[in-house]
């Protein structure tokens, strides 16, 4: 139990997927301006990337490494991470369409996030169990989770902010992203 | 469709060069640019897959269904990456290992997909490889000149090829390397202030 506690630590923290492994910059940048949408983004991704890190590595376990094609690996794991969008999206429709409304947008974006690809296949790098693999994706997705909303916080205030004209926008977007991933820089030391 | 085909290549170079106009495909912009070297290859290997899915969307663009392109791009393009891949590991494997996750994760660029769908998917052949070709040059500068920066700053050094050509050290022996600079926030820092000096330049 306790080595699955460390793994989600160093997952949220230490090696955040956004900050310490520069995944999924796109999104960051793109849906910070608002919290509302930080909002929408981060829970989207908690949910596909969980159902995403379990297929994939079941996929890859079972019929990739089973029949030695271990080089489809890309093309079948983007082919899983869109359709399971895909199907999540309908689902959701038809069923919950509460949540599907607040989603909205934010599914279909999912697919080209790099964080999703990218936690998938760390997950085969590092040869995870299964167990290992569930805790590391949905721990990912909070770290995801945790920094896209600290910093739509932040970027909510820079509006305030006397900003010179050059540095506007997503110039000062990336220094103030520097800053908050140098925060997160500090928990190296934790494990 | 007034535009000719050169300026449809040299619209990647400067007017719309990606990532500081197009701000698109950054996380192998920021994590790939330790070194010049590793910029510059991962800024080649995203020109190949590229023009190779520009050519394809452009050619297939008639018998494409509107509404399933997406799923067809992503396979196309997943194609030419595994393409790359497999290359790479035969013939620039220490790259190969540097790029890790990084190459695979070309799939999901978002530049890739950006130009099949804003331009191959609506103009003809040519004009789609010359801008393929153009915005991957773009790209691969854009990466190099980060790459530079921070290998410059971070380690004091200038890698090409394996051996160091350039090393801060010899001329100055009491530079201490800034650290920072490799590093995560770093990375983040660079890029902003890049940007910032590019819409100096930019506003004139």
Redesign the interface.
């Given at each position: 139990m306790g080595d699955y506690i460390v793994l989600a630590v160093s997952c949220i923290l230490i090696n955040n997927i956004l900050?310490?492994?520069?995944?999924?910059?796109?999104p960051f940048?793109g849906t910070s301006k608002k919290m509302e949408t930080a909002v929408g983004m981060s829970m989207a991704v908690v949910f596909v990337l969980v159902m995403a890190g379990v297929i994939t590595w079941i996929v890859d376990t079972y019929v990739l490494a089973q029949f030695g094609l271990e080089?489809?690996?890309?093309?079948s794991?983007?082919?899983v991470i869109?359709s399971l969008v895909q199907f999540v999206e309908m689902f959701l429709k038809k069923s919950i369409p509460a949540l599907y409304a607040g989603l909205g947008i934010f599914l279909p974006l999912i697919?080209?996030?790099?964080a999703v690809?990218?936690a998938c296949?760390?997950n085969i790098?590092e040869e995870y169990t299964f167990v290992q693999a569930l805790v590391s994706s949905f721990s990912y997705a909070v770290g995801f989770g945790l920094a896209l909303i600290l910093f739509a916080g932040v970027r909510e205030r820079i509006i305030l902010a006397r900003v010179p004209?050059?540095?506007?926008d997503?110039?000062?977007?990336?220094?103030t992203?520097?800053?908050l991933?140098?925060t997160f820089?500090a928990f190296k030391g934790m494990v | 469709m007034a535009k000719s085909i050169a300026q449809e290549f040299a619209k990647g170079l400067w007017e719309e060069i990606p990532p500081f106009r197009l701000v698109l495909g950054l996380c192998p912009v920021l994590a790939v640019t330790k070194t010049v070297e590793n910029g510059i290859g991962m800024g080649l290997a995203t020109t190949f897959v590229l023009i190779g899915s520009n050519l394809f969307v452009s050619l297939l663009r008639n018998s494409i269904p509107a509404k399933v392109r997406i799923a067809c791009f992503i396979i196309i393009i997943a194609t030419f990456v595994t393409v790359v891949e497999l290359l790479m590991q035969a013939y620039a494997y220490p790259l190969f290992l540097k790029l890790g996750i990084f190459i695979p994760l070309i799939v999901v660029n978002c530049i890739v997909l950006g130009r099949a769908e804003a331009f191959a998917f609506k103009n003809g052949v040519v004009a789609s490889l010359a801008d393929g070709l153009g915005m991957g040059i773009g790209f691969t500068v854009s990466l190099g000149a980060l790459g530079g920066v921070r290998e410059f700053f971070g380690s004091g050094t200038l890698t090409f090829w394996e051996k160091p050509a350039f090393e801060i050290a010899n001329y100055a022996p009491s530079f201490q390397p800034f650290g920072f600079m490799v590093e995560a926030p770093g990375a983040f820092v660079c890029l902003g202030l890049m940007l910032c000096l590019m819409n100096l330049v930019g506003s004139e």
């Open positions: 900050l310490a492994q520069y995944l999924g910059n796109c940048l080089y489809l690996r890309t093309i794991f983007i082919l869109a697919t080209t996030n790099c690809m990218g296949l760390i790098n004209k050059p540095l506007q997503t110039s000062i977007g990336l220094v992203a520097g800053i991933s140098l820089f | -």
